[in-house]
C-alpha cells in the first residue's frame, strides 16, 4: 500500500470515540492597566471564542483525516451543552452517542488571555462518575452504533466521570463480541481497568503513575521495558504504544518492538499532541497497517501539532507531504 492510498483508506473509516467532552473558551483583550481594587491586570475584552476540547479534540482529529465519527458521551441539559451539541454539528460529528442528562454538568475551561498570554483558567465541571442509570443509557446506544458498523472504538479518558470502571468492562466485552478492535489514551484512575483492548497508549509519566514504578528511560531503558512487561501482564492488550516526548514513541505486540525516535521540530505548544497521536494511530489499526507504520504515522503527527500554539487538529496534507518527505514504509 503506498501513502496515497493509505490517506484515501483513512476516509473509509468510521470510528466512536467515547469519553470525557469539553468545551475550551477563550476571553481575550488587551492589558495596559493594574486594577485599582486589587493587584490584578484589567483586560479589555476584545472577543471570546468557544472550541470543542477533550475527547471532542480527538473527534476534530479524525473529521480532518476525513473519517466518519460518532460522540459517545454524558452532557448536561445546561446551555453549555447546546453549544456543544452545535460546535459537533458544525464539524460533522455525528452526535447520536450522546446522552443529555439533568445529573451532569457540562465541562467549560475558560481561559482569559491578555496580550496573548494565558492569565487564568477557570473551570466548569464535575468529576465524580456518572451514575449507573447513565451507563446504561449509554451501553445501549453504543451496542445499537457497534451493531450497525464501525472499524474502531477509542477510549478517551479525562477523569471527568464518563468512563467508568463498569462502563470499561462492559464496552470491551461489546467491542469484542461485535469485532471492532479498540484503542485507549488512559489516565491514571482506571489505568488497570482496560483489559484485553487492542491497543493501549499511555505516555512514560502515565505508565510510571500507572503501575506504580519509578521509570528514568534516558538513563536506563531496561527500567521502561519492565514496566512495559509488567502492564503486558496485568491487562494483556494486543499492543502496547508509549509516547516518550522527545525520545520518540515505543510500541510491541506479540511479535514485534520497535523504538521510533522524535523528529527535530520547534516545540511551541504540545497540547492535544496526545489526541492527534491517538487519532492516527486508531486510524492505522482499523486500516489494519503494521505497527511499524501506526507508530511513525502517529509519531510525525503528534510533532507536527507541538509547533503550533494552541490545540489544533492535524492537516491531513501537511501529514502525507511530511510522510513522503521522510519516506515512512507504508
Same mark, same amino acid.
Given at each position: 500500500?503506498?501513502?496515497?492510498?493509505?490517506?484515501?483508506?483513512?476516509?473509509?473509516?468510521?470510528?466512536?470515540?467515547?469519553?470525557?467532552?469539553?468545551?475550551? +473558551?477563550?476571553?481575550? #483583550?488587551?492589558?495596559?492597566?493594574?486594577?485599582?481594587?486589587?493587584?490584578?491586570?484589567?483586560?479589555?475584552?476584545?472577543?471570546?471564542?468557544?472550541?470543542? #476540547?477533550?475527547?471532542?479534540?480527538?473527534?476534530?482529529?479524525?473529521?480532518?483525516?476525513?473519517? $466518519?465519527?460518532?460522540?459517545?458521551?454524558?452532557?448536561?441539559?445546561?446551555?453549555?451543552?447546546?453549544?456543544?451539541?452545535?460546535?459537533?454539528?458544525?464539524? %460533522?460529528?455525528?452526535?447520536?452517542?450522546?446522552?443529555?442528562?439533568?445529573?451532569?454538568?457540562?465541562?467549560?475551561?475558560?481561559?482569559?488571555?491578555?496580550? /496573548?498570554? @494565558?492569565?487564568?483558567?477557570?473551570?466548569?465541571? @464535575?468529576?465524580?462518575?456518572?451514575?449507573? +442509570?447513565?451507563?446504561?443509557?449509554?451501553?445501549?446506544?453504543?451496542?445499537?452504533?457497534?451493531? %450497525? #458498523?464501525?472499524?474502531?472504538?477509542?477510549?478517551?479518558?479525562?477523569?471527568?466521570?464518563?468512563?467508568? %470502571?463498569?462502563? !470499561?468492562?462492559?464496552?470491551?466485552?461489546?467491542?469484542?463480541?461485535?469485532?471492532?478492535?479498540?484503542?485507549?489514551?488512559?489516565?491514571?484512575?482506571?489505568?488497570?481497568?482496560?483489559?484485553?483492548?487492542?491497543?493501549?497508549?499511555? $505516555?512514560?509519566?502515565?505508565?510510571?503513575?500507572? !503501575?506504580?514504578?519509578?521509570? =528514568?528511560?534516558? $538513563?536506563?531503558?531496561?527500567?521502561?521495558?519492565?514496566?512495559?512487561?509488567?502492564?503486558?501482564?496485568?491487562? *494483556?492488550?494486543?499492543?502496547?504504544?508509549?509516547?516518550?516526548?522527545? /525520545?520518540?514513541?515505543? !510500541?510491541?505486540?506479540?511479535? $514485534?518492538?520497535?523504538?521510533?525516535?522524535? *523528529?527535530?521540530?520547534?516545540?511551541?505548544?504540545?497540547? #492535544?499532541?496526545?489526541?492527534?497521536?491517538?487519532?492516527?494511530?486508531?486510524?492505522?489499526?482499523?486500516?489494519?497497517?503494521?505497527?511499524?507504520?501506526?507508530?511513525?504515522?502517529?509519531?510525525?503527527?503528534?510533532?507536527?501539532?507541538?509547533?503550533?500554539?494552541?490545540?489544533?487538529?492535524?492537516?491531513?496534507? =501537511?501529514?502525507?507531504?511530511?510522510?513522503?518527505? !521522510?519516506?515512512?514504509?507504508?
Amino acid at each position: 500500500m503506498t501513502l496515497e492510498k493509505l490517506f484515501e483508506e483513512f476516509k473509509t473509516k468510521k470510528i466512536i470515540v467515547l469519553g470525557d467532552v469539553m468545551i475550551d +473558551a477563550y476571553l481575550s #483583550g488587551k492589558v495596559d492597566r493594574v486594577s485599582p481594587e486589587a493587584p490584578v491586570p484589567i483586560i479589555n475584552f476584545s472577543k471570546s471564542e468557544d472550541r470543542l #476540547g477533550g475527547a471532542a479534540n480527538v473527534a476534530l482529529n479524525l473529521i480532518s483525516l476525513g473519517a $466518519n465519527v460518532v460522540m459517545s458521551t454524558v452532557i448536561g441539559k445546561d446551555k453549555e451543552a447546546e453549544t456543544m451539541l452545535r460546535l459537533m454539528e458544525d464539524q %460533522s460529528i455525528s452526535t447520536s452517542g450522546i446522552i443529555r442528562s439533568d445529573e451532569r454538568q457540562t465541562t467549560v475551561k475558560t481561559r482569559v488571555i491578555g496580550n /496573548h498570554q @494565558q492569565l487564568l483558567r477557570i473551570d466548569q465541571e @464535575q468529576t465524580d462518575d456518572i451514575s449507573t +442509570a447513565e451507563e446504561d443509557a449509554l451501553l445501549k446506544d453504543l451496542e445499537d452504533l457497534l451493531k %450497525s #458498523g464501525c472499524d474502531a472504538l477509542i477510549f478517551q479518558d479525562y477523569n471527568k466521570g464518563v468512563l467508568t %470502571s463498569r462502563l !470499561i468492562e462492559e464496552v470491551i466485552k461489546l467491542t469484542k463480541k461485535y469485532k471492532v478492535p479498540t484503542s485507549v489514551d488512559p489516565k491514571q484512575k482506571n489505568f488497570l481497568a482496560y483489559k484485553g483492548v487492542t491497543l493501549f497508549k499511555p $505516555n512514560l509519566k502515565e505508565l510510571s503513575e500507572g !503501575i506504580q514504578q519509578k521509570i =528514568d528511560f534516558a $538513563n536506563d531503558r531496561s527500567q521502561f521495558e519492565y514496566a512495559v512487561k509488567e502492564l503486558k501482564s496485568i491487562i *494483556h492488550p494486543e499492543i502496547i504504544f508509549t509516547t516518550l516526548s522527545e /525520545h520518540g514513541v515505543f !510500541i510491541e505486540d506479540e511479535n $514485534n518492538q520497535y523504538y521510533i525516535p522524535a *523528529h527535530k521540530r520547534m516545540i511551541s505548544d504540545v497540547s #492535544g499532541a496526545g489526541d492527534t497521536v491517538i487519532s492516527v494511530a486508531t486510524l492505522c489499526l482499523a486500516v489494519g497497517t503494521s505497527i511499524e507504520t501506526l507508530a511513525s504515522m502517529a509519531n510525525l503527527a503528534g510533532g507536527i501539532v507541538c509547533e503550533y500554539r494552541g490545540v489544533v487538529a492535524i492537516d491531513a496534507d =501537511d501529514l502525507l507531504q511530511e510522510a513522503l518527505k !521522510i519516506d515512512v514504509k507504508c
